[in-house]
């Protein structure tokens, strides 16, 4: 982290790993150099193992996990509304997304989502903090009903040392594929269901993967509370009509 090869993103998830490795690594080895009373020549040689096999490492294929996280929330606020939020999500500050651990480990806030019909379809141009951006193209297009956004990266979509790359999105360890809000009208209100699906690729998917699980699901979550929140200020339920909605 200190010569910039890994980021803070990068450090936070892995830390719990790399301690617990380490301590159970250096209680076996202390206990055989005690046993066998290696030399100190031979702990250098079983020090530089690490320098010498990672180059190896990185030459070997990774394995692929691609998982589907759905989340859902109920919105007490009618499907045209939230769908207007959808749509445009505009003037996004910090404090309404922050909840997100994504964003509370160093991944930059986004700022804004602009929908506009071109010769493609319907595209949401995203926008986020250190100058991020990119593009949702809806493949799937149901007003107030359905939308599946397909994220489409650019070369300039990520400026240099924003990402680290092991956590870029789009790039050879990480990748967001498909996003679809479902909304169907529950009483009054809305139950909005969020599904990511998502590819990673590392040599410890083991441990990343149930961890990404957790960050998808809980960004998932962020999400549709802000969304909720948006849509439930400027469309107000009779008294008791969301519990009932509910219910």
């Known amino acids: 982290m200190a010569i910039l090869i890994e980021g803070l993103i990068c450090v936070v998830l892995i830390l719990p790993l790399f301690g617990a490795i380490g301590a159970v690594g250096g209680l076996i080895m202390g206990a055989v150099c005690r046993a066998y009373g290696l030399p100190r020549r031979a702990l250098y040689g079983i020090a530089a193992l690490p320098l010498l096999l990672g180059g190896v490492e990185q030459e070997l294929p990774v394995p692929v996990r691609e998982r589907t996280i759905e989340h859902a929330r109920f919105v007490a606020a009618p499907p045209a509304r939230v769908w207007s939020e959808i749509e445009n999500p505009l003037d996004i500050?910090?404090?309404?997304v922050e909840s997100a651990w994504v964003y509370r480990i160093g991944v930059p806030v986004p700022k804004a989502g602009r929908s506009e019909r071109s010769g493609e379809g319907i595209v949401r141009h995203i926008t986020m903090g250190s100058g991020?951006?990119?593009?949702?193209?809806?493949?799937?297009w149901q007003?107030?009903?359905?939308?599946r956004w397909s994220n489409r990266f650019t070369t300039d979509s990520f400026p240099p040392d924003t990402?680290?790359?092991?956590?870029?999105?789009?790039?050879?360890?990480?990748?967001?594929g498909d996003t679809d809000y479902t909304l169907t009208?529950?009483?009054?209100?809305?139950?909005?269901?969020?599904?990511?699906?998502?590819?990673?690729?590392?040599?410890?998917?083991?441990?990343?993967g149930p961890v990404l699980d957790l960050l998808v699901g809980n960004f998932e979550d962020a999400i549709l509370a802000f969304y909720?929140?948006?849509?439930?200020?400027?469309?107000?339920?009779?008294?008791?009509?969301?519990?009932?909605?509910?219910?």
């Open 163 to 176: 990402m680290d790359e092991h956590v870029k999105i789009g790039g050879r360890y990480l990748s967001i």
């Open 132 to 140: 991020i951006h990119f593009d949702e193209v809806a493949v799937d």
């Open 143 to 147: 007003p107030g009903r359905h939308v």
């Open 185 to 208: 009208p529950v009483g009054a209100g809305t139950e909005l269901r969020m599904t990511v699906r998502y590819r990673l690729s590392t040599s410890f998917n083991w441990y990343a």
């Open 228 to 247: 909720a929140r948006r849509a439930e200020a400027g469309a107000a339920l009779p008294a008791g009509s969301a519990a009932a909605s509910a219910r």
């Open 93 to 96: 500050v910090a404090g309404e």
